[in-house]
Nanobody, 118 residues
Framework: QVRLTETGGGLAQAGASLELSCLAS????????LAWFRQVRGKEREFLAA????????VVDDAVKGRFTIRRVNGENLVFLQMTSLQPEDTAVYFC???????????WGQGTQVTVSS
């Protein structure tokens, strides 16, 4: 079983940057991809970015491309989501998730709140 722990959320002003981290532990050999999502209360969860666990190939959703970057510490079970030029609409709870197959995310972290003020 994989366990995920997100850190790095908090308050930021519009235009600022924040970096979230997701530490995977446990049965990390079962991970195929690690992804970041966010969710605003009352809305559907939104995919942001993902990284392949073996190749470190990354994909970022068009909605945040150019502002958000996903990266993995070389050889480590630690993935970062760097967010720049934050806007109030980026306010959400951010989650990392992993799964055994592409597009399947079975294990989720507890989430970390990001609040951006104007």
């Amino acid at each position: 079983q994989v366990r995920l722990t997100e850190t790095g959320g908090g308050l930021a002003q519009a235009g600022a940057s924040l970096e979230l981290s997701c530490l995977a532990s446990g049965s990390t050999w079962d991970i195929h991809d690690l992804a970041w999502f966010r969710q605003v209360r009352g809305k559907e969860r939104e995919f942001l970015a993902a990284i392949n666990w073996k190749s470190d190939a990354a994909v970022v959703d068009d909605a945040v491309k150019g502002r958000f970057t996903i990266r993995r510490v070389n050889g480590e079970n630690l993935v970062f989501l760097q967010m720049t030029s934050l806007q109030p609409e980026d306010t959400a709870v951010y989650f990392c998730a992993v799964g055994p197959k592409t597009g399947e995310f079975e294990t989720w972290g507890q989430g970390t709140q990001v609040t951006v003020s104007s």
